[in-house]
C-alpha cells in the first residue's frame, strides 16, 4: 500500500474535485459521511455522548460534516469548535453554517480552559481539532484540551490523524497531541502511525476510501511503502515440480565464537526454513558437533581455531552468504571478515557482529558492494550512522547511508523498515513477541536462503521481513508474547508461507455454501 506525502494528499485532492468536477465541499462531505457510516454501523444509534471537536480548518470541517449526520441520525452529539485562530478555511465556514441550520444552534465555542467540558469515561470524543495542516504547536490552552481529553479516559476517535501530530516531522511535546485509541485517516495511513516516537498516539488506525482519483492512487510513485500480503504475492517465487535442491541455490552462513554457536544454529534452521536448497555453515571448531546434531540438514565448514573464526576460506560455490552472526569482535575475526569482504562476489547479508565490526572500523565502509543486506538492530544502527535527532532524522540518515553505499538497510524494529536509496518499504507483520534474542539471527538466515533461492537482495529482504513477522503473529497465538521464542519464529514459518494462499474467512465461507471451495 502507498503511503501518500502530504503534498500528495492535497494534490490528489485537488485532482480529484477536477477530474470528478466535485467541490471540495463534496469531497469533505464523502469524508465526513465515510467517519459517520464507520460510526454508525458500530452503534446502531446508540445514545453514549459523542463530544465532536472541530478545528478551524478542514479537518474540523470533516469533524461539522460528521456532527450534522450524527444530530440528523438522532444521536446524543455535543458540537465544540476549538476557537484556535481566526483564519477559518472556507470548507469549514460551509459547515458552520449547515451546522446551524441542521441545529438551529451554533456550535460551543471554546477559547480557553474554563469553557472545557465535562467528558465522562464512557463518553466518545471525535478529535477532528487538528489534520495534516497542523504546522506549528498548539497554543498551550489547546495543549490543556488534549490532555483534559486524555485524562477523561473517554474513548478517542481521531479524523485522519492524532490532532498535534505532524504529518511529517515528531512533535516535541507529548502533551500537546491527542493520545488516540482509533484513527480513521484519509487515502493511506501516515508515516508517523509506524515510527517509534510516534507511534504511542494511535493505538489502532483504519483508511477510508473517499474516492479519490483511481489513476493518481495508481501512478503516483511515493517515497514510502506499506509492505503487507497483496505486494508479497506479487514477487512470491512458486516452486518448479521438476525441480531439485540445486535449483534453490547454496546458502553459506558464516558466523559464531565460543558460547554464541546458537546464534549461527537459528540462523542455519531459518535459512533452511525459508527453503534454500543447501545450507552450509562456517563456523569455529567448538561448534562442529552441536552444529550437526542440531542441525542435521546443514553441512559445516570449520575454522582452524576452536572458539573464534580467524581465517575464512572454503572451496564451495554459495549463491548467497549471511554473516556475523554470534561472531565476536575479536581481532583476529576482524582480519578475517575485512579479507573476506575484500574478495566476496557472492551476495551478501552482513548482521550483528558484522555490522559491529564495519562500525568499530569505519574505513571499511567502503569494502561493502552494492546490494548488500545490512540488518542492524537499533542499537547496531546507532553505531553505524552515529546517534539521530529524532525518527525522521534517522531515516534521512539512513536513506544517505544507502545510497552512498548502495546498500539495503534493514532498520529492525516494531515496523521494521527497509530502507533502499531513497524509498522505505515498512513491514506490517510481527509483535512484540519478537522482542527476544535470536529471532535476528533466524531472520538473516531467511534473507540470505531468499537470496540464495533467486530473490533479489531487496525483495528476499521484504518477504523475509513479512514473513518472519507474520510466522510470530501466528505462532504467538500459540504461546503469547512472553514464551515464543525465536525458534517458534522457525517453527511457525511453513504457516506464514501458507497464510499467503489462505483465503479470507467470509470468502471461504461463501464458497463453502455455493460449493465453489
Ligand atoms: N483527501 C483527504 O485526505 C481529504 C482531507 N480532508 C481533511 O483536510 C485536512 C487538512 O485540512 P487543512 O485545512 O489543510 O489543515 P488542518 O485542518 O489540519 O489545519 C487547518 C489550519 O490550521 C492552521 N494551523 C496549523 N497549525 C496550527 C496551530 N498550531 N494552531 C492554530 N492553527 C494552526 C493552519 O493555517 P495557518 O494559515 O494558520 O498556518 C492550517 O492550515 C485533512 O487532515 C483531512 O482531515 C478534506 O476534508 C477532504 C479530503
Ligand atoms: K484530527
Excluded at 165 to 175: G, H, I
Excluded at 282 to 295: D, E, H, W
Aim: charged residues 25%.
Amino acid at each position: 500500500m502507498k503511503i501518500f506525502s502530504k503534498e500528495q494528499i492535497y494534490k490528489g485532492d485537488q485532482l480529484t474535485a477536477e477530474k470528478q468536477n466535485i467541490s471540495s465541499t463534496e469531497l469533505m462531505e464523502r469524508a465526513g459521511t465515510q467517519i459517520f457510516n464507520w460510526i454508525h454501523q458500530r452503534m446502531q444509534g446508540a445514545q453514549v455522548p459523542i463530544h465532536v471537536f472541530c478545528g478551524i480548518g478542514n479537518n474540523g470541517g470533516d469533524g461539522l460534516v460528521l456532527a450534522r449526520q450524527l444530530v440528523n441520525y438522532g444521536y446524543n452529539v455535543h458540537i465544540y469548535v476549538v476557537n484556535c485562530s481566526e483564519k477559518r478555511t472556507k470548507d469549514f465556514l460551509i459547515n458552520y453554517d449547515r451546522i446551524k441550520e441542521t441545529t438551529k444552534k451554533w456550535p460551543i465555542m471554546l477559547n480557553c480552559e474554563a469553557d472545557f467540558p465535562e467528558i465522562g469515561p464512557d463518553d466518545i470524543i471525535v478529535d477532528a481539532v487538528f489534520g495534516i495542516g497542523l504546522n506549528r504547536p498548539p497554543n498551550e490552552w489547546v495543549k490543556r484540551l488534549f490532555q483534559h481529553f486524555r485524562a477523561s479516559k473517554a474513548f478517542t476517535l481521531a479524523i485522519d490523524l492524532p490532532s498535534g501530530l505532524y504529518a511529517d516531522k515528531v512533535p516535541k511535546d507529548e502533551n500537546g497531541v491527542v493520545w488516540a485509541d482509533y484513527t480513521l485517516s484519509f487515502q493511506s495511513p501516515k508515516l508517523v502511525f509506524f515510527l517509534p516516537d510516534t507511534s504511542k498516539y494511535t493505538r489502532q488506525w483504519e483508511v477510508l476510501d473517499i474516492g479519490i482519483d483511481l489513476e493518481f492512487l495508481q501512478q503516483t510513485e511515493t517515497e514510502v511503502e506499506l509492505i503487507g500480503k497483496n505486494e508479497m504475492l506479487t514477487i512470491y517465487k512458486p516452486r518448479e515440480k521438476f525441480s531439485h535442491k540445486g535449483t534453490y541455490g547454496h546458502a553459506l552462513l558464516i558466523g559464531g565464537s565460543h558460547g554464541k554457536m546458537g546464534a549461527m544454529i537459528l540462523s542455519a534452521r531459518g535459512t533452511m526454513a525459508s527453503g534454500a536448497g543447501l545450507v552450509t555453515t562456517f563456523i569455529p571448531k567448538c561448534g562442529y558437533i552441536p552444529m550437526q546434531s542440531v542441525v542435521p540438514e546443514a553441512m559445516v565448514l570449520t575454522d582452524a581455531d576452536d572458539e573464534k573464526l580467524t581465517s575464512i576460506t572454503f572451496d564451495i560455490e554459495p549463491t548467497a552468504v549471511g554473516m556475523g552472526m554470534g561472531m565476536g569482535l575479536d581481532q583476529k575475526t576482524q582480519h578475517a571478515f575485512q579479507k573476506f569482504l575484500k574478495s566476496n562476489e557472492v551476495p551478501l547479508v552482513i548482521d550483528a557482529d558484522g555490522i559491529n565490526l564495519l562500525a568499530k572500523h569505519k574505513d571499511d565502509f567502503k569494502l561493502i558492494k552494492p546490494q548488500t543486506v545490512l540488518t542492524p538492530h537499533p542499537k547496531e544502527l546507532e553505531r553505524l550512522l552515529g546517534s539521530w535527532k529524532d525518527d525522521f532524522d534517522k531515516l534521512k540518515k539512513a536513506k544517505a547511508f544507502s545510497k552512498k553505499y548502495k546498500c539495503i538497510l534493514v532498520v529492525k524494529d516494531a515496523h521494521t523498515i527497509t530502507v533502499f536509496e531513497d524509498k522505505l518499504y515498512i513491514n506490517s507483520t510481527g509483535n512484540p513477541g519478537l522482542a527476544t534474542g535470536g529471532t535476528g539471527d533466524v531472520l538473516t538466515g531467511i534473507i540470505t536462503g531468499l537470496i540464495a533461492q533467486g530473490y533479489e537482495p531487496l525483495t528476499a529482504s521484504l518477504f523475509a521481513v513479512y514473513l518472519h513477522g507474520k510466522s510470530a503473529d501466528i505462532a504467538v497465538e500459540d504461546y503469547g508474547y512472553q514464551s515464543l521464542t525465536a525458534s517458534h519464529v522457525i517453527d511457525y514459518l511453513g504457516q506464514a508461507y501458507l497464510d499467503l494462499f489462505a483465503k479470507p474467512q467470509v470468502q471461504q465461507k461463501q464458497e463453502e455454501k455455493s460449493g465453489n471451495s
